[in-house]
């Protein structure tokens, strides 16, 4: 029993890891409102400047500094400081501030191609000895695709395929670190490593292995630690220490590795405990505490990893989906908000709004009204928050799940996700006017596949042959993620992050589609109006759409439920070919920025979309199709299934200028919040709300000095708007924004 | 069954909390500044029947806060008053909060006209002028119809009433009348006005003029400026002025 304790009530939390009993036993909801919130201490506002400064540099130059004296590592770095009087959290990746860590396991041609686009310094012999004596995960992929994957691949019907950089929607129970102090965490892998009994096959074998090397992740983790005069080896005592504690667990897993999506977690009202512990006590007030958070998100805000200019494309704004889910009910019937979930939005206010950490909000319709009422201020001042349904994933998860990147729950410390990035449904269908050759090139992608002949398509034909491409596409893509979640493992092993797991955890393998909306606009366009192909060479180019046709997202329930005919019938298909580690298959509709580059890539299709045009992000209608107003457009996206079907999320962003939502900013706030208790009232699952006038936007484009901290939210995750590409930062303006005169 | 213009899920401006709008087809004003020249004509617009009205309400309901709920509109709603009643009485059955925003033209029996207000929780009544004179030339049409739909609103119904007036320069922004306007909404029970509104000209409705032929005879007058606006409400001692 540990002295740190002392103060805790008790509970199988004690014995064995168990964060959410700690939780449960220890926590305080909040009912209040926003009044008791401190303004940023002294310290901070000096702190936060030199940070801006740096920021802002950073933008000019692209890569404010590189760390070339060794690869990414736990404990590689020596350690680093912003300023040192200043700092309450300590912890940078490197030596210094937003300096990049080289990290080539998960695919050395991603290094290279920065370090030759940035123009960067680095000693040769570093990357040439890696090459020399190591391999990276994008080396192993390779070795193993054929021809037909790598078809597929480079076609644009599977992209974004984390198969040249690190796979990232692990989330660590960081959480644990400041409950039992590392040496604890290592005692219970020992345990387990030693109760292990035989027959050692190769997955116990590799369970072994990995669990040992999470083992020696701690030792390092302890030791990083060390450098800044720090002993994470015991339990966290005070509210600073539980923060120290935690962001040493998340640093170590940026350090070590530079995974798309490296989420937080859950851990406001875990740390809440500590907090309320010391301003009882006397030892800590309000303007502390919230000097503690806002010193904390000033770290997370400076995490940076080294990319190239093609993957900003596909990920514009140097995203790292920091995300905390705040909110929530517990199974208990009480919410999970706490004072600290304010404290944590509150940065907003404090530090100005800012893409990361990407905030949460776990919507429950019985979430405090206090606390619904802050949100929707909050996202009217800033569109820095998105929000997503507790009341269904808690059904599926339970109460202490966090999200990996924008939508993806699962239970912390014991589930992980392969991530799978999406296929282009859009292109799919276009194969299967096609027979299986891609519009753009005419390579023949998948064999056998007859095309439509017929001068104008029928629905029942042209869903037949789309079920055949989708059958072959779910083949391929399940075999393609297969490969790529062995060499990952093998090659870019998180341990850092897999140390504050359970050494048995659940897997899913998280598959997406993207181009829904359109697919479904087809459909029903074949249905209601005539639409002839436009064939040239033999291959369908373009379509001539005769009449009118009911689109998707505007609440009429025959063209809305193509969509889940479609979904339910690829996860069906995917299903069917077993996934690597007996992982659970999930389906997700999102996009992120890539409805950009999947539009560039896809021919004309039969709605009425010209070749190269973006796609709608997510689950969203296409743009300017629904024309009966934001409320249909909601509901038509919450008819979309989770449960069942999409279980790894649906996206769907939401912009709306403030007029359109009330004259007043009571109204504005109370109408925000009802459309969110009506939203998922109606069990859609997620919904990034944006608050913002469409000339602001296009001054920002001309001017974008005049807002360099301008925020939007786009599928899942927000971006500073000047540092998304001209084209992305057109699809955005032109995207339905939900205005009424 | 109504004949409708068009439709938004999302108001939030036309009555309280969230608003299904239903934008009724026709209206007999010809008023100056109308910036929806094209719910005008009662032949066109797209026929829905009470069923369909009432069942695409229903599916807001999860929305409706605050006493949101359903607003008719239009063109001018009370030109189908008679359809109407039957669909705002379901709508009151079925739990929705009920609002009708017009200009006061309706031509049925006052009984029929008593028993639709007894379904209509707000009335959002424009009024174009306070001067009869004035009010002709604005509309095209006789101050009448709106004083008696003013008379029976005011002794035989219960609803709640948003008053507002469209300030146009040059036209209605000259003080003196707005100082008669307050004294015309203190005409009204004041403990039932919920809200009264000066709505400043906006030009948005002109491409409409152009895109069917018509002629636009605001065409040089300039949009209102908010600031002008905020100067005229200073004219005005009335609490639910906003």
Redesign the interface.
């Known amino acids: 029993m540990f002295e740190q304790w002392k103060d805790f009530k008790k509970g199988i939390w004690t014995d064995k890891i168990d964060v959410r009993d700690f939780i449960q036993k220890n926590y305080t909801p909040y009912l209040g409102d926003d009044s008791f919130l401190a303004s940023k201490s002294e310290r901070t506002v000096k702190l936060f400047s030199i940070v801006e400064k740096l920021l802002l540099e950073e933008q000019k130059k692209g890569i404010y500094d590189i760390d070339t004296s060794s690869l990414s590592g736990i404990d590689n770095a020596e350690a680093g400081y912003i300023d040192k009087e200043n700092e309450i959290i300590f912890g940078l990746q490197s030596d210094g501030p937003l300096k990049r860590l080289i990290n080539p396991y998960g695919g050395i041609r991603m290094v290279e191609g920065a370090i030759e686009s940035y123009k960067l310094d680095v000693p040769d012999n570093l990357l040439k000895e890696f090459r020399k004596y190591r391999k990276s995960h994008n080396e192993g992929v390779f070795d193993a695709y054929n021809d037909e994957i790598k078809k597929a691949r480079a076609a644009g019907l599977v992209t974004g395929l984390p198969d040249a950089y690190g796979r990232g929607r692990i989330i660590g129970d960081y959480r644990r670190i400041p409950l039992y102090g590392v040496d604890f965490l290592i005692k219970k892998k020992i345990e387990f490593l030693s109760g292990m009994a035989f027959p050692f096959t190769e997955e116990i074998i590799r369970i072994r292995e990995e669990v040992s090397e999470q083992i020696a992740a701690l030792g390092k983790i302890k030791s990083m630690a060390q450098r800044y005069q720090i002993d994470i080896s015991q339990p966290a005592g005070s509210a600073r220490d539980a923060i120290q504690f935690l962001y040493f667990g998340y640093l170590a897993g940026v350090k070590e590795s530079n995974g798309a999506a490296m989420s937080l977690g859950r851990t406001s009202t875990f740390i809440d405990i500590y907090i309320q512990k010391d301003i009882s006590k006397g030892i800590l007030t309000e303007i502390d505490a919230q000097e503690l958070i806002d010193q904390f998100v000033i770290k997370l805000r400076i995490i940076r990893h080294l990319r190239t200019p093609e993957y900003d494309e596909l990920f514009a704004g140097d995203p790292n989906w920091i995300t905390e889910v705040l909110g929530g009910m517990g199974e208990d019937g009480r919410t999970l908000v706490s004072k600290t979930s304010y404290r944590f939005i509150h940065t907003l206010t404090n530090l100005s709004a800012s893409p990361e950490p990407n905030m949460t909000v776990l919507w429950s319709e019985n979430l405090p009204d206090n606390f619904k009422r802050y949100c929707a201020k909050m996202s009217i001042e800033t569109s820095s928050i998105q929000y997503e349904n507790d009341d269904v994933m808690r059904a599926a998860y339970g109460d202490d799940y966090g999200i990996a990147c924008c939508i993806s729950a699962m239970r912390l410390g014991k589930e992980m996700q392969f991530f799978g990035a999406r296929c282009n449904l859009g292109k799919a269908l276009l194969y299967a006017i096609n027979g299986g050759v891609d519009e753009n090139d005419g390579e023949l992608i998948f064999e056998g596949l007859e095309p439509i002949k017929a001068e104008y398509l029928d629905y029942d034909e042209l869903m037949s042959k789309f079920r055949v491409v989708m059958e072959k596409v779910a083949e391929l893509y399940v075999n393609t993620m297969n490969i790529i979640h062995f060499m990952h493992d093998k090659y870019a092993y998180e341990s850092a992050q897999m140390a504050l797991h359970d050494e048995i955890v659940g897997r899913y393998m998280a598959f997406g589609v993207a181009g829904l909306s359109i697919v479904i606009d087809s459909f029903s366009a074949v249905r209601h109006a005539r639409v002839k192909p436009i064939r040239k060479n033999g291959l369908a180019v373009d379509f001539e759409i005769t009449g009118d046709y009911p689109a998707f997202g505007n ?1 009429i329930d025959e063209v809305d439920t193509i969509g889940n005919e479609i979904l339910e019938f690829f996860i069906g298909q995917l299903r069917k070919h077993p996934a690597y580690r007996g992982a659970k298959h999930t389906l997700s509709v999102l996009t992120i920025t890539s409805n950009v580059v999947y539009g560039k890539k896809t021919g004309s299709t039969p709605d009425g979309r010209k070749a190269g045009m973006p796609f709608a992000p997510g689950a969203n209608p296409m743009h300017g199709r629904d024309t ?6 909601l ?1 038509s996206v919450s008819k979309l299934k989770y449960e069942g079907v999409c279980d790894d999320g649906i996206s769907n962003t939401f912009t709306i200028v403030p ?6 900013p009571r ?2 706030v ?2 925000l ?3 969110m ?3 998922f ?2 069990k859609g699952h997620h919904l990034n709300v944006n608050v913002l006038n469409r000339e602001m936007l296009l001054d920002a484009c001309d001017n974008p000095d005049k807002y360099p901290n301008l925020p939007i939210r786009v599928s899942g995750y927000a971006v500073k708007f000047n540092k998304l590409t001209k084209e992305q930062q057109m699809d955005v303006i032109s995207r339905t924004f ?1 205005e ?2 | 069954m109504l004949k409708i213009h068009s439709v938004e899920t999302m108001g939030a401006l036309d009555g309280p909390g969230l608003r299904i709008i239903f934008f009724l087809q026709g209206c007999p004003l010809r008023c100056l500044y109308c910036h929806n020249p094209d719910t005008w004509q009662l032949e066109k617009g797209t026929i829905f029947p009470d069923e369909e009205i009432v069942g695409k309400a229903l599916r807001y309901k999860p929305y409706f806060k605050n006493n949101g709920g359903v607003t008719f509109s239009g063109g001018e709603p009370l030109l189908q008053a008679q359809e109407l009643v039957g669909i705002l009485k379901t709508l009151k059955d079925n739990g929705l909060h009920t609002a009708i925003d017009t200009s006061g033209y309706f031509n049925i029996s006052d009984t029929i006209m008593v028993e639709l207000l007894q379904y209509t929780d707000l009335v959002i009544l424009d009024i174009k002028h306070e001067n009869a004179e004035l009010y002709k030339q604005i509309t095209g049409h006789s101050i009448d119809k709106y004083l008696h739909l003013k008379e029976i609103l005011i002794n035989k119904a219960q609803s709640k009433i948003w008053l507002k007036h469209v300030v146009v320069p040059g036209l209605t922004d000259n003080p003196q009348h707005i100082k008669d306007l307050e004294k015309e909404v203190r005409t009204f029970p004041l403990e039932r006005v919920e809200k009264f509104e000066l709505l400043p000209y906006h030009t948005l409705g002109k491409s409409k003029y152009e895109a069917l032929g018509i002629n636009y005879s605001l065409s040089d007058t300039p949009e209102m400026s908010i600031e002008d606006i905020y100067k005229l409400k200073k004219l005005i001692k009335l609490d639910c002025l906003i």
């Open positions: 609440d009966n107003g934001a409320l249909a457009s509901n007029n359109a939502i009330g004259k007043l109204h504005r109370d109408n919040s009802s459309i208790d009506g939203y009232n109606q939900h009424k005169m």
